[in-house]
């Protein structure tokens, strides 16, 4: 999970592009958008005003992944244990989230994006689950890129519900269990109908997974950004897609041209 020799850094990226540009982009990228509170901490701002600059590189990084070509980018917004933070940061977050679907949704619409909420709207407020509801229902018929928001989101949590979910089909004598297989699994997660991610980025430096889609991953490639979120900008973005076009995907099996 370290980023390879020789590997750019964020805004030098610019001898990236004929590469990248020469190979297909991967189909789904996940990002865990990470160090919103460092940033902000450097620069002796408070921890909102990272978050608030983080909701633009947002905006950015849906731009890359439209013009690279991506049809799924999921970002990984408020995990399952991020109720573990003060209770002034979570309500910011709330407020930037609500924010952000108002201010952006009909702009997502316009660039035919559609958009897609993955983690447990149970425990979310009525107006945030509400506004979650809206922006999927609104952009459904889309068929530009597919926007997924990973929010009150942990994989734990989602396989445990779909543990939940198949259990109770066999309870009710609609499933066998020795018919339970893996696209049953994948069918009953939050992510049903969306393909594994290729390449996950996570940036800030750190080298660990914070519960982020725990099934899909499975052989997923990890690219680790050093720079934190709010600097995360379209360099930086064909700089993780460089470093994913130079690994060698073998799924078990061995590299294309061996044996
Ligand atoms: C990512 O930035 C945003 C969320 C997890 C919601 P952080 O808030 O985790 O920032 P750091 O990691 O403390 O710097
Ligand atoms: C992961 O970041 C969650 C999101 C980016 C939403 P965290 O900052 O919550 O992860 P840890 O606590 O460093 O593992
Ligand atoms: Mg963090």
């Known amino acids: 999970m370290v980023r390879s020799e020789g590997a750019r850094q964020i805004g030098d990226a610019a001898g990236a592009a004929p590469e990248g540009a020469a190979r297909p982009a991967p189909r789904h990228v ?3 958008m990470d160090g919103n509170g460092r940033w902000a901490a450097s620069r002796g701002l408070p921890r909102f005003e990272g978050h608030r600059r ?4 947002v905006r950015r990084a849906v731009r890359s992944a439209i013009t690279l070509g991506i049809h799924y980018l999921t970002i990984y917004s408020f995990s399952s244990e991020n109720w573990r933070r003060p209770p002034s940061e979570i309500s910011e977050l709330m407020g930037l989230l609500k924010l952000f679907v108002r201010s952006d949704l009909a702009d997502l619409h316009a660039n035919n994006v559609r ?12 107006d945030i689950a509400g506004l979650l509801d809206e922006a999927e229902a609104r ?9 997924v928001v990973a929010f009150n989101y942990g994989g734990r949590q989602e396989i445990l519900r779909a543990v939940r979910r198949i259990a109770a089909a066999v309870a ?6 020795e018919e ?8 009953a997660l939050d992510t049903a109908g969306i393909p594994d991610p ?11 997974l914070s519960n982020f889609l725990t099934w899909q991953t ?20 064909l700089a993780a897609l460089d470093e994913y076009h130079r690994r060698d995907r073998r799924f078990g099996g061995l590299s294309a041209g061996a044996g």
């Open 30 to 32: 996940a990002i865990i």
């Open 54 to 57: 983080g909701v633009e590189a």
């Open 115 to 126: 958009v897609r909420v993955i983690g447990d709207r149970a425990d979310l407020s009525g």
């Open 139 to 147: 952009t459904r018929a889309n068929t530009g890129l597919t926007l």
């Open 172 to 177: 009710e004598g609609r499933l066998r269990p």
């Open 180 to 187: 339970i297989d893996l696209p049953t699994i994948t069918e």
């Open 198 to 208: 290729d390449l996950v980025i996570r940036t800030s430096g750190e080298h660990r």
């Open 218 to 237: 499975a052989y997923a490639e990890y690219v680790i950004e050093p720079g934190f979120w709010p600097d995360f900008d379209h360099a930086a973005f």
